[in-house]
């Protein structure tokens, strides 16, 4: 566990996630309240890796959980593990018919049989699938629920039970506390607003762009081979097609598969060439690498202006 | 500190943040593992457990600032300016003012705490001072208030005569003791610049509290006078504003869409697929198939007046038909005035503003000439009309004022005959429909529906009759 904020950035440190003091307190506080995060903030910002890390960090055990439209109980929560239980009744009927022989009619039987039937119900044949697996697991564990604005909002509202009480109800056994308490990191990307009573379960973290330093320190830490002056060039040139009007925005992600992209084609300094060839790393839309191209032609020319009347040393060095 | 933190809870909520209890205990727990003492870590703290949505960061930012800060800010402003208006050092400055604490105490006669801290420049017990007053004075309700400004009160309240006159008395004993003349002036200016920083405190404190006790209209009250509002007398703010209306709609077409999901999980038994899929199991019934009702996804066609006369209806309508094509794969919208062009492509590709603004502009149609509806019916039975289908509903938003054109009316009955539904909203009152050149009462027979819709509650109606 973590023992103060600085504590939670340096251990997220170690596991390469460079984060501010404002991402700190929350997780922080996260741990130490043992209340879920709720992480908002655009795509690619980091917000899985949050969690991820998070595990890393703290040496536990990463469960995680998609969301999709549709997801239920039984793909989050448990199942009967039908064809198990199938299989044992198959192989044990010869028993059955042993228990059964003492009786006269049917309605003994039936009763019999009713007073087995915990045999057939019970924690073996019980298929933990995420949310019970985190709750139900010997050591503490961190549980990533990504994209919880995907689910329906009626998943939503069973997902209360458990980040307030972490229990659940399963009809056939009764109620199953966590162990531990997990540690739950839930991601959204705000493609729908989440209820109000989720939210106030939550403590709530929004996750923006990095600021240039910080960008530039992610770059270097993710991308060692990247030269100074690159990493420098693409910062400025991101944070400047990000004010534009677009599509998708380019991310984190996206930055890194270009700054790779760039690094592996031994590209020192941008250049329009380049940078029309390798844009469709980070743009995914064609009208948005238009826009960004014509962004990125007014940079190269404002820099070249720029080194022009910083003298011409400059620019011999470079021929 | 816990009734700072609640009060501060109360200011937000009063600035539309939603803050509930369990919110208010949370932070009391986070604080007493975080602690007070780091400004930085208090904020962070506050804002991780008090705000729970993105929108709501900046007002908490603000209202943290002077929460917090609040009038202690606008100290520290006044001392910095005074200090440059000197043109002192702040260890010049801090000599000065231990002299004046020296003088202050020969001077005979009591004098009032305000003057002293205020003199002696002690920031905190300024603060606390003022702040007592002012919250004495919001207490004390507005019985007393009758006619008289807040200012005139709050200076009543802190006896700033009394202080005047004591620094003139503090003044004239200065001028007794006649001490080197450079230093006389420098303090005698500083006297009387600080007389005139106490009415700038109290001028920016009763700034605050009026916007802390919510002297500002409260968000509730201003959304739903809003919704009432008709389109036509919308200001530059509300138009600001019906983004954020136009995004709750959008919500609640997600809703029933997904109300709808649900409902088509039930069904009949369907015996047949029931075995099929069982056969793995022996036949034995685990899974049970049920015959899916079809999800019909609504199509629909929208025709939208972009005349002038409906220009801010019009602005309203196109944000909601851009936000239905973005809910629905079947929608195309058309937008007219005397010619007719479809936009459906234009909303797909552009963002909300630059779209609805290109629409508006005159890029698609000429939209300088007169409205006509008759020619822009005809052109879409001409060019349009095949792609009506049984499933499709047909929305028209128009105030069916047609400069006495031929009205064709006809497009409406052959619509309304292949058509599921026609629809027509109308942002004039219906009062008024069939007065002057508008042709309502000729359209109206061919309408399944044909409804005013003039602010956002009538619209919220519509919604229910399109998903159904």
């Known amino acids: ?319 | 500190m816990e009734d700072r933190i609640v009060e501060f809870a109360n200011v937000l909520r009063r600035n539309g943040v939603r803050v509930s209890l369990s919110e208010n205990i949370d932070a009391f727990r986070a604080l007493r593992l975080i602690g007070i003492r780091d400004p930085f870590l208090f904020r962070n703290t506050l804002r991780a457990t008090l705000v729970k949505r993105a929108s709501d960061v900046k007002p908490f930012e603000e209202l943290f600032d002077f929460f917090f800060l609040g009038i202690g800010q606008a100290i520290d402003a006044l001392e910095r300016r005074m200090m440059e208006e000197l043109g002192l050092t702040p260890e010049q400055f801090q000599k000065m003012l231990d002299q004046i604490q020296k003088l202050l105490k020969e001077m005979e006669g009591e004098l009032s705490p305000l003057t002293r801290a205020l003199l002696t420049g002690n920031r905190g017990e300024l603060e606390r001072l003022l702040r007592e007053a002012a919250n004495k004075e919001w207490e004390a309700g507005s019985s007393d208030r009758f006619r008289l400004t807040p200012y005139t009160l709050m200076a009543a309240r802190l006896q700033m005569d009394r202080v005047h006159s004591e620094i003139e008395r503090f003044k004239a004993m200065l001028q007794m003791l006649a001490e080197s003349g450079e230093d006389l002036q420098n303090v005698m200016r500083y006297l009387d610049e600080r007389m005139r920083d106490l009415t700038r405190l109290l001028r920016e404190i009763i700034q605050q509290e009026q916007r802390k006790r919510g002297a500002e209209p409260n968000d509730y009250s201003q959304r739903s006078s809003f919704a009432d509002k008709s389109f036509s007398f919308y200001t530059e703010d509300d138009i600001r504003r019906m983004n954020e209306a136009v995004a709750r709609l959008a919500q609640r077409l997600k809703d029933r869409l997904s109300v709808r999901r649900k409902k088509a999980l039930r069904g009949r038994f369907n015996v047949k697929a029931t075995l099929r899929r069982n056969l793995q199991y022996g036949g034995v019934p685990f899974h049970v198939e049920l015959d899916r009702r079809k999800k019909t996804k609504p199509q629909v066609m929208i025709l939208c007046d972009i005349s002038d006369s409906v220009l801010n209806a019009s602005r309203f309508m196109l944000q909601f038909v851009y936000s239905v094509q973005d809910l629905y794969a079947k929608v195309r919208s058309f937008v007219f005035v005397s010619d007719l062009g479809e936009v459906t492509k234009l909303f797909e590709e552009e963002e909300l503003h630059r779209a609805v603004e290109t629409a508006l502009k005159g890029d698609v149609i000429d939209v300088f000439s007169h409205s006509n509806f008759g020619r822009a019916f005809e052109l879409f039975f001409k060019n349009y009309f095949p792609s009506v289908t049984g499933k499709t509903t047909v929305l028209i938003i128009g105030d069916g004022r047609n400069n006495y054109n031929r009205p064709n009316e006809w497009v409406l009955r052959e619509i309304q005959q292949k058509a599921k539904q026609l629809i027509w909203l109308n942002p004039e009152s219906r009062i008024t429909w069939g007065v002057g050149d508008s042709e309502m009462p000729r359209y109206v027979p061919y309408c399944d529906v044909a409804e005013e819709c003039r602010n956002i509650n009538q619209l919220y109606k519509v919604v229910d009759l399109i998903v159904p």
Not at chain 1, 129 to 147: G, I, K, M, N
Not at chain 1, 154 to 164: D, V
Not at chain 1, 235 to 241: I, P, Y
Request: proline share 3%; hydrophobic share 40%.
């Open chain 1, 1 to 319: 566990m973590f023992h103060s904020v600085d504590d939670v950035v340096t251990g997220l440190g170690s596991q390469s996630y460079i984060c501010n003091k404002n991402v700190a307190t929350v997780v922080y506080l996260g741990t130490q309240l043992q209340k879920p995060i709720l992480v908002e903030g655009p795509a690619g910002v980091g917000k899985t890796e949050l969690g991820k890390v998070l595990a890393h960090a703290l040496g536990m055990e990463l469960i995680r959980l998609q969301c999709y439209e549709g997801l239920d109980e039984a793909k989050a929560l448990y199942e009967w593990e039908y064809t198990k239980q199938l299989l044992y009744t198959q192989i044990l009927k010869d028993k059955i018919g042993e228990v059964l022989r003492d009786t006269q009619t049917l309605g003994d039987a039936v009763d019999c049989i009713a007073k087995q039937d915990g045999v057939f119900f019970s924690d073996r044949f019980l298929l933990p699938r995420p949310l019970l697996r985190a709750l139900l697991s010997d050591q503490p564990s961190v549980l990533l629920v990504d994209e919880v604005d995907k689910s329906d909002a009626e998943f939503e509202a069973f997902l209360l039970e458990i980040l307030s009480d972490f229990q659940i109800t399963v009809p056939e056994i009764g109620t199953l506390k966590a162990k531990h308490i997990p540690l739950v990191v839930l991601t959204s990307n705000n493609s729908r607003e989440m209820s109000d009573a989720l939210k106030r379960r939550c403590l709530h973290l929004y996750l923006d762009f990095p600021d240039p330093d910080r960008e530039m320190a992610i770059i270097k830490l993710k991308v060692p081979g990247v030269g100074d002056q690159l990493a420098q060039e693409v910062v400025q040139l991101l944070h400047r097609v990000r004010k534009l009007d677009l599509k998708k925005t380019p991310s984190i992600s996206e930055t890194l598969d270009w700054v790779k992209a760039l690094t592996l084609l031994n590209v020192k300094q941008l250049d329009n060439e380049l940078i029309e060839q390798t844009l469709s790393t980070l743009m995914k839309y064609e009208a948005d690498i238009r826009k960004a191209h014509q962004e990125l032609k007014a940079y190269v020319a404002e820099r070249k202006a720029r080194q022009g009347t910083s003298g011409d040393s400059g620019k011999d060095h470079l021929h």
